[in-house]
């Protein structure tokens, strides 16, 4: 009887007219043919994710937002900042990144090589001159000779940077989850709740719409009414990163803008206003607060925004008419169905 019923969730996540592939276990990590992939070059990449010298003052790391103990996420409801300025969304973890196509919760870097320049470069996180960076990089000599070894000689270009950390990057990966041990047979892998939280899941709560295949995300962005914070909107910093992200995006009313535009500062298209990409939930019980923004501190939270139909403005959702108990197993699904295996992380020594 479990067999059939298990038989039937499966059946349960077979796509239809505009939604994902079906649920999937983690399988190979995608590489681009010019970033091959190497022990070497992942160490070097490792060590230039927690080396501050990437930052202006020398104070942050990529590691500063993005922390292996929080699933390469930071706890935060926005980033943290360069001294003086405030950031204006929350870390989005980095576990399973290899399987995005588009990153940022704008999507404005459609690879990691690229989306690696971005957070150094920006006057509100890392604040570094990418000219200085090369020849601070440059002046070490174990870098110079990582540099040879991984790349044949010592020239520590930013792209070679970028590429090393993304090669880091891709190394981040969840696996053997109770999701998908499910997945590949093993039918005692979901608990009795996790289970019926997995139907609700792929059925009434219609999450697999948008969370799919491996990575449980769509790479699509939706406009889902998600509510600015209002002591965000009252921060005179963060109306200053808002109105300067807005300013070199060329919109020209930058100087009144009073919300997050979303991906529409990418697109300029009016349907892109305030719409974000579709978040991974892999490993979501160690990445809180959620949303772009980090407005909900906890899953319930979240479950019960989705259960209301979203926000106001909304284009996407409606109510789910879940029941308190289908919420509290449709979290407990999340939890413990999407954690993968714990790895062992050994923290890199800075040259």
């Not at 649920?23 to 994710?49: I, M, S």
């Not at 588009?102 to 000219?131: I, V, Y």
Request: some cysteine; charged content about 25%.
């Amino acid at each position: 009887m479990k067999k059939i019923f298990c038989m039937i969730l499966m059946l349960l996540c077979l796509p239809v007219c505009g939604m994902t592939g079906p649920l999937l276990p983690v399988g190979k990590v995608p590489v681009p043919d010019n970033n091959p992939q190497t022990e070497a070059k992942v160490e070097l990449g490792k060590k230039l994710f927690f080396d501050r010298r990437l930052s202006g003052d020398g104070t942050m790391s990529c590691a500063t937002c993005h922390d292996p103990n929080l699933a390469y996420s930071d706890g935060l409801e926005i980033s943290l900042n360069y001294p003086t300025t405030r950031n204006w969304r929350n870390s989005p973890t980095l576990i399973n990144v290899a399987f995005q196509k588009l990153l940022f919760h704008d999507g404005r870097a459609s690879s990691l090589e690229e989306q690696a320049l971005f957070p150094m470069m920006s006057a509100f996180e890392m604040n570094q001159n990418l000219d200085y960076m090369e020849e601070e990089i440059r002046a070490v000599p174990e870098y110079e000779t990582a540099f040879t070894e991984v790349f044949g000689d010592g020239d520590t270009s930013r792209e070679r940077i970028a590429m090393a950390i993304a090669a880091f990057e891709r190394s981040l990966v969840s696996r053997d989850a109770a999701l998908d041990r499910f997945l590949t047979g093993d039918e005692n892998a979901l608990s009795p709740e996790a289970l019926q939280g997995y139907a609700i899941f792929t059925g009434k709560g219609q999450c697999v719409r948008c969370h799919g295949g491996a990575a449980l995300a769509d790479d699509r962005f939706y406009v889902l009414g998600v509510q600015e914070n209002p002591e965000h909107l009252n921060d005179p910093r963060i109306a200053a990163t808002r109105r300067f992200v807005a300013k070199v995006s060329h919109f020209e009313e930058y100087r009144t803008l009073a919300e997050d535009p979303g991906r529409y500062l990418i697109t300029n298209d009016r349907k892109d206003w305030q719409a974000f990409r579709t978040p991974t939930l892999r490993e979501i019980a160690l990445t809180a607060p959620y949303m772009h923004n980090g407005i909900y501190e906890t899953l319930d939270e979240v479950i019960e925004f989705f259960n209301a139909g979203g926000g106001k403005d909304n284009t996407v959702l409606k109510p789910l008419h879940l029941s308190p108990t289908e919420k509290e197993q449709l979290r407990v699904f999340l939890e413990e169905g999407l954690s993968g295996v714990p790895v062992d992380f050994i923290y890199p020594k800075i040259p």
